[in-house]
């Protein structure tokens, strides 16, 4: 089958989507398929096409012709996309709806017979889906809707009702290619917190809870992985709580490092305010065995099981995530058995090969029915 993805970003910028998406094509071309990509440039000088581990890239500037308004770059990409549509004349088109430029896919969509499928990455509350928006054509015009957890698929349909009958869920996964055996570490204990820094992430409710957590467990630490705008904020308030000693801001780490800096600690924590669309983060500690406790939003609740896989809190509760955070670090026994139960579920119910097969199973659908 000829599969076009379709994404705001693509190797080699490297974030939860970039590295999804180009572990799935990799994935379907070792499966036999043909998987074409069309992406922008992003915020590198990047060539306009090039071959990657098989995979043919094709990089346009949507987001320059959009956002500069440039009638000049829109007709040369308008007209080089449905070019390259025509030539590699796929069976069907997956699009992961991140960013505007999918505009140029449905300009261009016109005649295909190429049915399109929809993902929606990024959590949905809050956005408008009016008639005219781009969310709502896209959803509307969509052959299959693919959420990635059941609290998405919820908001999409609450946003767009006809789509209920063509939206299904599959969980997002990622193909660990080096498992570490790492022991979990007591001494001392480590706290972990994996983004964006910003207010959405929470990240202060876990420095909040440090005067608490120290006062029984003196020698707790907590390292905070991401960079962003709230960082001289957090800063500030470790400052003024008196724990800044405690507080180690590692700054932007490379995803390949990501795993040994779980393997490094106790227990990670995702605080998020916002309504999470699935819950990564987690989703990595738990293949790497680390209990994980996280806020009770979005998704989250559909990766982290409450007292099975880890500790679900409140949204923005310091006081509750202070009080999960001491059980974990003063029960052991309880700490290992939820990593371990949490390492089970990543290798069989976030499987890599499961989500691999999910998607060949709806493409394969896709093809043969009209839906």
């Not at 590198?44 to 043919?56: K, P, Q, S, T």
């Not at 991140?98 to 505009?103: E, Y």
């Not at 982290?304 to 059980?327: C, F, N």
């Amino acid at each position: 089958m000829k599969i076009l993805f379709w994404t705001e970003l693509y190797w080699p910028h490297i974030g939860g989507i970039e590295v999804r998406s180009h572990q799935l094509a990799v994935a379907l071309q070792a499966r036999g398929h043909e998987v074409a990509v069309v992406t922008s440039y992003g915020n590198l000088a990047l060539g306009d096409r090039e071959c990657h581990e098989g995979i043919e890239i094709r990089r346009y500037p949507f987001l320059e012709a959009l956002s500069g308004k440039r009638l000049d770059l829109l007709s040369v990409a308008r007209k080089d996309v449905h070019e390259f549509k025509r030539d590699f004349s796929p069976d069907l088109v997956h699009v992961f709806f991140t960013d505007p430029g999918v505009i140029f896919h449905w300009m261009t969509h016109s005649g295909s017979k190429a049915r399109t499928i929809v993902t929606v990455p990024i959590a949905l509350h809050g956005f408008r889906c009016d008639d005219g928006t781009l969310l709502r054509q896209t959803l509307r015009q969509a052959d299959w809707v693919v959420a990635i957890s059941q609290a998405m698929r919820s908001d999409a349909v609450s946003l767009a009702p006809e789509v209920e009958g063509r939206c299904s869920v599959i969980y997002n996964s990622l193909d660990m290619a080096e498992t570490l055996d790492c022991p979990e570490s007591f001494d001392p204990p480590i706290l972990l917190c994996v983004g964006r820094v910003v207010r959405e992430k929470g990240f202060d409710l876990v420095i909040q809870a440090l005067p608490e957590l120290l006062r029984e467990l003196p020698e707790t630490r907590l390292l905070i992985a991401g960079d962003g705008p709230a960082r001289p904020e957090l800063q500030d308030q470790a400052v003024a709580l008196g724990v800044a000693g405690r507080v180690t801001f590692l700054g932007w780490v490379e995803p390949a490092e990501i795993p040994r800096l779980i393997g490094r600690a106790t227990v990670i924590v995702v605080p998020s305010r916002r309504r999470e669309a699935f819950g990564n983060v987690a989703l990595q500690a738990m293949q790497m065995g680390r209990p994980v406790i996280a806020a009770a939003t979005g998704g989250l609740p559909e990766v982290v099981q409450h007292e099975t896989t880890g500790l679900l809190i409140p949204v923005d509760d310091s006081s509750a995530l202070a009080r999960a955070a001491l059980r974990l670090l003063q029960d052991q026994r309880l700490a290992e058995r939820l990593g371990s139960a949490g390492k089970r579920a990543a290798e069989t119910r976030f499987a890599f090969d499961a989500y691999v097969e999910a998607h060949e199973s709806l493409y394969a659908k896709m093809k043969i029915y009209d839906v």
